[in-house]
T-cell receptor
């Protein structure tokens, strides 16, 4: 069964600190993996997208990694800011359908 | 233009009302999607249009009726909704394949 699991479910960190969010998936056949940031009540915004041949992709203070062998991905946030408070969703696209597989998300709260 | 525009941003409707949600994109994307998202849950796919034809209907109740008048527009017609249909409705579009999957900012729907 195609699944995407994220951990932790929620996280609280102090402003300026770094954090890493995890994503494990069992989706097959695999096309790409995406990380989205979603503010409460707003649509998801794409942070990174990686295919199986890409190990690392950066977008400003966000760095995503992908290990296609172990089917794991991480999203590292450097020097967190209050505006980073949001849900972060890991999404995997199978190559045989147009239906994305969503993780349950990690809710990040950055405190001053 | 790299956006998916959804209107209205907020909608309150009674259970006997008829209303419509609108989605528009001018990125040349040929696939468009409707998602429903409840609080603290990932988006759930409702409908997929590919080249203006309905390709996926995820067993959505008939009180939700999608329409794709042209390649840039996607509507969701609502009739006789229930309070449990209250949610954030997201539109998305994509080129297909590796990238170009963009979400709108959503319509917050409340059924009273």
């Amino acid at each position: 069964k195609n699944q995407v699991e994220q951990s932790p479910q929620s996280l609280i960190i102090l402003e300026g600190k770094n954090c890493t969010l995890q994503c494990n998936y069992t989706v097959s056949p695999f096309s790409n993996l995406r990380w989205y940031k979603q503010d409460t009540g707003r649509g998801p915004v794409s942070l990174t997208i990686m295919t199986f041949s890409e190990n690392t992709k950066s977008n400003g203070r966000y760095t995503a990694t992908l290990d296609a062998d172990t089917k794991q991905s991480s999203l590292h946030i450097t020097a967190s800011q209050l505006s980073d408070s949001a849900s972060y969703i890991c999404v995997v696209a199978p190559s045989n359908t147009g239906k994305l597989i969503f993780g349950q998300g990690t809710t990040l709260q950055v405190k001053p | 233009d790299t956006e998916v525009t959804q209107t209205p941003k907020h909608l309150v409707m009674g259970m006997t009302n008829k209303k419509s949600l609108k989605c528009e994109q001018h990125m040349g994307h040929r696939a468009m999607y409707w998602y429903k998202q409840k609080a603290k849950k990932p988006p759930e796919l409702m409908f997929v249009y590919s080249y203006e034809k309905l390709s996926i209907n995820e067993s959505v109740p008939s009180r939700f009726s999608p329409e794709c008048p042209n390649s840039s527009l996607l509507n969701l017609h609502l009739h006789a909704l229930q309070p449990e249909d209250s949610a954030l409705y997201l539109c998305a579009s994509s080129l297909g394949g590796r990238g170009g999957y963009t979400f709108g900012s959503g319509t917050r729907l409340t059924v009273v």
